[in-house]
């Protein structure tokens, strides 16, 4: 059964030797392809053997057919941000930033109110060979424009209700460093 799916593989050609694809799992660079299996290498630098009836049952995912990726930033800013302001900064760094594209266009999308921030996504378009720089870059530079803006990525948070009577007494928890652990006592020489 191996070989028959290994002959289906090389007719339909769900990727080629030079793909990262992702099978399950694993993802990493298609690096040979035969009648009865596929190797790859991970990112890791691991070899990956994957019997060819087992890739027809899987769900292929091939991360460079196109020659264009998107990446999907996710970022929660503070309830008390101007949204408005927020996509107007992140619109500005994706057309300042060399390695993005301009079409497709970016995407500023309103994701959820969630416990501590309110959810977005923005995402981009690039080459698929500045994929991993672009993103990083993107995350920095995004980073660096909030910094200078004002717009704060918040922490989570907790209200704390003391049931009974009296008022309500206002807490603020900081979570200190911890203090390094003492140096143990030097050993006494062992008496003669």
Same mark, same amino acid.
């Given at each position: 059964?191996?070989?028959?799916?290994?002959?289906?593989?090389?007719?339909?050609?769900?990727?080629?030797?030079?793909?990262?694809?992702?099978?399950?799992?694993?993802?990493?660079?298609?690096?040979?392809?035969?009648?009865?299996?596929?190797?790859?290498?991970?990112?890791?630098?691991?070899?990956?053997?994957?019997?060819?009836?087992?890739?027809?049952?899987?769900?292929?995912?091939?991360?460079?057919? &196109?020659? $264009?990726?998107? $990446?999907?930033?996710?970022?929660?800013?503070?309830?008390?941000?101007?949204?408005?302001?927020?996509?107007?900064?992140?619109?500005?760094?994706?057309?300042?930033?060399?390695?993005?594209?301009?079409?497709?266009?970016?995407? &500023?999308?309103?994701?959820?109110?969630?416990?501590?921030? $309110?959810?977005?996504?923005?995402?981009?378009?690039?080459?698929?060979?500045?994929?991993?720089?672009?993103?990083?870059?993107?995350?920095?530079?995004?980073?660096?424009?909030?910094?200078?803006?004002?717009?704060?990525?918040?922490?989570?948070?907790?209200?704390?209700?003391?049931?009974?009577?009296?008022?309500?007494?206002?807490?603020?928890?900081?979570?200190?460093?911890?203090?390094?652990?003492?140096?143990?006592?030097?050993?006494?020489?062992?008496?003669?």
């Amino acid at each position: 059964s191996n070989l028959i799916s290994g002959l289906f593989l090389l007719v339909e050609r769900p990727f080629v030797v030079g793909d990262v694809v992702r099978i399950g799992q694993t993802t990493g660079e298609v690096i040979a392809i035969d009648l009865l299996s596929s190797k790859i290498r991970t990112f890791d630098n691991l070899k990956v053997r994957v019997p060819n009836e087992q890739l027809l049952k899987s769900e292929i995912v091939n991360l460079t057919h &196109f020659p $264009i990726r998107r $990446i999907d930033l996710q970022v929660g800013v503070a309830y008390d941000s101007d949204l408005d302001q927020v996509r107007d900064v992140m619109m500005d760094v994706a057309a300042k930033h060399p390695l993005l594209l301009d079409e497709p266009t970016p995407l &500023f999308i309103f994701v959820a109110f969630a416990d501590s921030a $309110i959810n977005l996504q923005f995402s981009v378009w690039t080459a698929r060979a500045n994929f991993l720089e672009a993103k990083t870059a993107l995350h920095l530079d995004l980073k660096k424009a909030f910094d200078a803006h004002g717009v704060v990525i918040p922490f989570p948070q907790r209200t704390v209700s003391v049931l009974g009577g009296g008022p309500a007494l206002p807490v603020a928890v900081q979570q200190q460093p911890a203090e390094p652990a003492p140096t143990p006592p030097a050993a006494d020489p062992p008496a003669e």
